[in-house]
């Protein structure tokens, strides 16, 4: 084989190994995100079933029932819709109704997002990002409310 022949298919080989290592962690990378939903997004959009992802808003006044055990469910709203939640293990300490929170889990086919981790983080003024990104969409927030 001559030397420019050589070069070429080596080059050509270099870059089949890289376009299907680039594919690899894409594919992985892919596997690996967990995507942000609002309430409204969920009730609007097509969202898989069964793939893990975070949903985030306010926690709705008078809508927290203990479950037995450790069992609980809640609504997320983001004030334009709501999405019922259940989630089994002990609540971060500064949860309660009518502050913000994510929650990272699996929406099941009868529309109850059956959450895996429950997180909220704040003091009187803060709002999670996503959470308060969500709100901003849905007409609902204000930057003088927190932030």
């Known amino acids: 084989m001559k030397p420019k022949k050589r070069r ?3 080059i050509l080989a270099g870059l089949s190994l890289f376009g299907l290592a680039t594919g690899l962690v894409l ?10 939903y609002s309430p409204t997004d969920l009730v609007e959009k097509q969202v898989p079933q069964g793939r893990m992802l975070r949903i985030g808003g306010l926690v709705e006044e008078e809508s927290l029932v203990r479950g037995e055990g450790l069992t609980v469910t809640f ?20 949860f309660r109704e009518g502050q ?3 929650a ?10 059956v959450a895996s981790e429950v997180l909220a983080k704040h ?3 803060y709002m999670p990002p996503e959470a308060a990104e ?5 007409g609902q927030w204000t930057e003088g409310d927190g932030q």
């Open 75 to 94: 609504r997320v709203t983001d004030l334009a819709e709501s999405v019922p939640v259940q989630y089994s293990g002990i609540l971060p300490d500064l």
């Open 8 to 10: 070429l298919v080596i």
């Open 123 to 125: 003091d009187e003024n």
């Open 134 to 138: 969500a709100l901003k969409k849905a």
């Open 104 to 113: 990272v889990g699996k929406l099941e086919q009868d529309g109850v997002f």
């Open 100 to 102: 913000g929170v994510v």
């Open 27 to 36: 594919a992985a990378f892919d596997e690996g995100v967990t995507y942000f």
